[in-house]
């Protein structure tokens, strides 16, 4: 059974297309890539699911609950982390947690719990603005994982952070399915990233979704399409670039 | 409402009020210690005559404090993006719009009641023991809060609209000016919401009473609409 699948999903801005009859299949209890350039509504795809911007068309459910009818249910189940780090600058990271887990009604000890997972126990106490980007990182994460939610959504989770914290952050990702029992949905647009840390893959360009699939999967796609299938940049590219030339046929 | 009170930890929204409330309230007592002789002879009963000579100032500041509280509390939301993160969990915008609206409302309880032990204080003081009456000054406390509301919430909406808080704040302020110059005596003119703290007891008390309550459902009605409704555009 599929954790998120969308129906033709396409968001307009106007006349810009940022997303278009978009149908992702996310199966349950893995990490599921989304890879991109920067602008191929990945963003955009994620904020929809979290209700944060309205489809133009098209439909998606979770967990085989249907948005909008299930938002609050959807919401509850899911934790989040869109773009930049979210946080009440004027609280600690605990009393920001602490709002988290009032709202998702969660058991105290949660709170802790988020924050050793992140790695950021010690700092608990410090206040959230006074954190370097990385901690700001790591602070959404927890947030996200508080409360252990079926399915995480993560957008660009990585972006700011150091080698080492990027290794950190790969690895916590890597190790939650088995860890929490869920289900993680992370986007990037580093491809060697994504290739450390998904099971599955979907590919955004401009809005469309150009392949969805295991990474064996994607391998065989592209060599069977002739593109080179040795490392997941390079069959991105011919990809995009193959996509690229349809489009300009059209 | 309990979570709203933990987002302003810090925000200095509380030192402000009080401060503001303890500012608001010296006027009353250093206008009586400059210048008693001018308002101890007057006729009226001392709560009118201690509200003719200062409230007009005394309602500009707390105008002017529930516009920079409105900023505070919304500026927190935006300022380090929190905002967007409270919008993905379950937690309706308008819930969040209506406890902001109960903790400003908590914050000027404070201040009208700073404000009116100063008006106790120099009845106390400079008139005649017993002239002011505890339950006149409840009356009018219990007045000026329901004339103020329609401003606080007003407020609000706008802040909880503008992600500068520069342009709420300068909205609000204006809102206070215009105020100022608006003619008392033209009834529809004094239900401006930020004109009708400046009113004090009097005839048409309780017509402004009945208007600011009518504004105050509406504007709450509003501002949980809007708040809901803006995250489909």
Partial sequence: MNMIETHDLTKNYGDFQAVFKVNLHVPKGGVYGFVGPNGAGKSTTMKMLLGLTPPTEGTFSINGKTYPKARQEILRSTGSFIEAPAFYGNLTGEENLELIRRILKLPKSSVAEALELVGLAPFGKRLAKKYSLGMKQRLGLAGALLGRPPLLILDEPTNGLDPAGIHEVRELIRSLPKQLDCTVLVSSHLLSEIQLMADHIGILDRGKLLFEGTMEELKTYAASMGYPADNLEDTFLALVHQAEEGGRRK | ?233
Wanted: aromatic share 8%; proline share 4%; with cysteine.
């Fill in chain 2, 1 to 233: 409402m309990a979570l709203e009170f933990t987002k302003i930890k810090r925000t200095g929204l509380l030192p402000a009020f009080l401060c503001g409330g303890l500012l608001a309230s010296m006027i009353p007592v250093l206008n009586m210690a400059v210048r008693s002789e001018a308002y101890v002879n007057l006729s009226q009963p001392p709560l009118d005559i201690l509200l003719d000579g200062n409230w007009q100032t005394m309602a500009m500041l707390n105008l002017l404090l529930a516009v920079i509280g409105a900023c505070l509390v919304y500026h927190t939301e935006f300022a380090d993006n929190a905002m967007e993160k409270m919008r993905t969990l379950p937690i309706g915008e308008g819930r969040m719009f209506l406890g902001k609206t109960l903790v400003l409302a908590c914050m000027c309880i404070v201040v009208l009641i700073i404000e009116t032990a100063a008006l106790a204080t120099c009845g106390a003081i400079w008139f005649e023991s017993g002239d002011i009456v505890w339950p006149d000054l409840m009356r009018n406390a219990g007045c000026m809060l329901l004339l103020l509301l329609p401003a606080v919430i007003l407020s609000l909406l706008v802040a909880s609209l503008c992600e500068n808080m520069w342009i709420s704040f300068g909205i609000g302020v204006l809102g206070v000016f215009i105020a100022t110059m608006m003619p008392s005596e033209n009834f529809a003119l004094s239900l401006f919401p930020f004109a009708l703290h400046f009113h004090v007891l009097g005839e048409k008390t309780a017509e402004l009473g009945v208007g600011a309550a009518v504004e105050i459902l509406a504007l709450v009605a509003a501002g949980a609409v809007i708040q809901k409704i803006r995250r489909r555009f």
